[in-house]
């Protein structure tokens, strides 16, 4: 069984702080890697995805990769209370399907 | 444009209901999906159609029927539902069914069933 782990959480950040969301992968094969943001009630919104080693940035967000730890992360900087949410990390594999973690809950306070 | 749509927003059916689900969505994606999700749970992989045809069925019930009338739409044909299945349903297209480092999946708002 091909797995993606992250702790469920939740975190707990103060505005303004770095929030640091992590995640595992159990498939060497896995490709590319996609976060996705889902308020509650709501559908999973895609706010970055990685590929290659090392970081990559948009705005607040980065997203880091190391394929030899199977390792992947997502820090939003100058968290705000907007940004709780639960973020779910997936792993796109060799035959196109994502494979979904559990999702981390994240909670930033005011 | 990359908006997925799905209609109705909320569902209610009886047990002996006959429904469907759509999805559009125009931004010439040739990959669709049906997820289903619970609460506090990720997305499950219910179907993929890749260039209009289904390729990818996770032993869904046949209780779910998908059909893709063409390349833009998706629909999912509900029949002698459970309670159980009570769910949200997500719609979610992707640029290329073959894959590539790309390949982003956009998900639709979803359909909240609930099953009586």
């Known amino acids: 069984q091909k797995e993606v782990e992250q702790n469920s959480g939740p975190l707990s950040v103060p505005e303004g702080a770095i929030a640091s969301l992590n995640c595992t992968y159990s498939?060497?094969?896995?490709?590319?890697f996609f976060w996705y943001r889902q308020y509650s009630g709501k559908s999973p919104e895609l706010i970055m995805f990685?590929?290659?080693?090392g970081d990559k940035e948009d705005g607040r967000f980065t997203a880091q990769l190391n394929k030899a730890s199977q390792y992947v992360s997502l820090l939003i900087r100058d968290s705000q209370p907007s940004d709780s949410a639960t973020y779910l990390c997936?792993?796109?594999?060799?035959?196109?399907?994502?494979?979904f973690g559990g999702g981390t809950r994240l909670m930033v306070k005011p | 444009d990359t908006e997925v749509t799905q209609t109705p927003k909320h569902l209610v059916m009886g047990m002996t209901n006959k429904k469907s689900l759509k999805c559009e969505q125009h931004?010439?994606?040739?990959?669709m999906y049906w997820y289903k999700q619970k609460a506090k749970k990720p997305p499950e992989l219910m179907f993929v159609y890749s260039y209009e045809k289904l390729s990818i069925n996770e032993s869904v019930p046949s209780r779910f029927s998908p059909e893709c009338p063409n390349s833009s739409l998706l629909n999912l044909h509900l029949h002698a539902l459970q309670p159980e299945d009570s769910a949200l349903y997500l719609c979610?297209?992707?640029?290329?069914?073959?894959?590539?480092?790309?390949?982003?999946?956009?998900f639709g708002p979803g359909t909240r069933l609930t099953v009586l």
């Open positions: 979610a297209s992707s640029q290329d069914p073959s894959g590539g480092s790309y390949n982003e999946q956009f």
């Open positions: 997936a792993a796109r594999n060799a035959g196109n399907m994502l494979t």
């Open positions: 498939d060497r094969g896995s490709q590319s």
């Open positions: 990685i590929y290659s080693n």
């Open positions: 931004m010439g994606h040739r990959a």
